[in-house]
């Protein structure tokens, strides 16, 4: 629970927000910068991408509006990305006045880890108490083949750091899993769980960045089930609602690992999640075609409501579900680095 979470005084009185399948959104995705400082190979080019004009870039107040106008529409749970949050300056006071809207139960973040020897303590203060740490590889090479950058020991750092850190409540490792790569860790990804309070989770390879993404390169959640098994047997936990991981505990003791499988096993059905880009897009699925424009409005001087309007009426077209695998299946034009895990 966010340390300085406070119930709305709205709350009840605004109906909640519900897509046309029937979904209702509770969880908020909040890209604050397009930037980053590694150079992953599945989501950028080496050289990076053409970044948003500063002017573009929603400011610290213009998101706390944002995210407060969510939260009277039912939106209880958000999350910070990028590109990578913690590269924009000053960003522990972004995260501190997302923290102090009513209605904010959870405040968590998803981060490449470089900073966060640097700025836990803070964040903390700030009332973020989940973090999603990305690592995709527990060999300082491999780890500097896939981010381009060699600096793996700043991420273990920053995982370390957060670890005992009072308000901390869940330290999550997530892995992107790539055939003819990842099977080079997969048992040490499983003892780093069964040794260390993070939860380890493999995300399969998606089609959403800016490479030539192939469905054979993508290594399935049950492969990798597969080849841990052989050491360590797993024992499912119970699926919570919304959760995009299926968690398994380790039969002979301590630890979690948790596998997210949007390509093999897609979890569309209960999705409760929508986005909003750096630039004030709101995308209503991680693979949209088409974004809905909140910025113009907010500079423009709408009202509160008229904002909820037109979040109503984008979340009311939310697709069902992606379309990967698909006939016809077309990558977004946006990519994953500019609208955030
Ligand atoms: S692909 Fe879209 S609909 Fe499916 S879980 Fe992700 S955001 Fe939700």
Not at 63 to 73: G, Y
Not at 183 to 190: K, N, P, Y
Not at 241 to 246: E, I, K, L, N, V
Request: hydrophobic share 40%; proline share 4%.
């Amino acid at each position: 629970m966010n340390a300085f979470f406070a119930p709305r005084a709205d709350a009840g009185q605004i109906e909640p927000l519900v897509d046309g399948h029937g979904r209702t959104i509770g969880d908020l995705r909040v890209s604050v910068t397009d930037l980053c400082n590694l150079r992953c190979q599945y989501c950028m080019p080496p050289e990076g991408v053409d970044w948003l004009d500063h002017s573009e870039v929603l400011s610290f107040e213009e998101i706390a509006r944002l995210v407060d106008v969510f939260a009277s529409l039912g939106v209880h749970s958000v999350r910070l990305t990028g590109g990578e949050p913690l590269v924009r300056r000053e960003f522990p006071k972004l995260a501190a006045m997302i923290g102090r809207i009513g209605g904010i139960e959870d405040l968590s973040i998803t981060t490449n880890g470089f900073y966060l020897e640097r700025d836990a303590t803070a964040l903390v203060a700030a009332g973020i108490h989940r973090f999603n740490v990305s690592l995709d590889a527990l060999d300082r090479k491999r780890f500097a083949q896939v981010t381009r950058r060699d600096v793996y020991d700043r991420v273990i750092a920053g995982l370390q750091a957060l670890e005992g850190l009072e308000g901390v409540t869940a330290i999550k490792v997530n892995a992107v899993a790539m055939r003819g790569f990842t099977e080079h860790d997969v048992l040490a990804f499983a003892e780093l769980a069964r040794t260390r309070p993070y939860q380890i989770r493999f995300i399969e390879y998606m089609p959403i960045g800016a490479d030539d993404w192939r469905a054979e390169d993508v290594l399935t959640g049950e492969e990798l089930r597969a080849m841990i098994e052989t050491a360590y047997p797993l024992v499912p936990t119970e699926h919570e609602p919304h959760a995009t991981a299926r968690v398994f505990r380790f039969a002979d003791g301590d630890g979690e690992i948790g596998f997210i499988n949007p390509v093999s096993q897609p979890f569309c059905g209960e999705c409760d999640r929508v986005r909003l880009t750096a630039d004030g897009k709101l995308r209503t699925c991680l693979f949209s075609h088409y974004e809905t424009n909140l910025r113009d409005p907010l500079r423009g001087g709408a009202g509160d409501e008229e904002l909820r309007q037109v979040i109503r009426d984008a979340v009311w077209r939310k697709e069902l579900k992606h379309a990967i695998g698909d006939e016809g299946f077309r990558k977004p034009a946006r990519t994953m680095s500019s609208i955030g895990g």
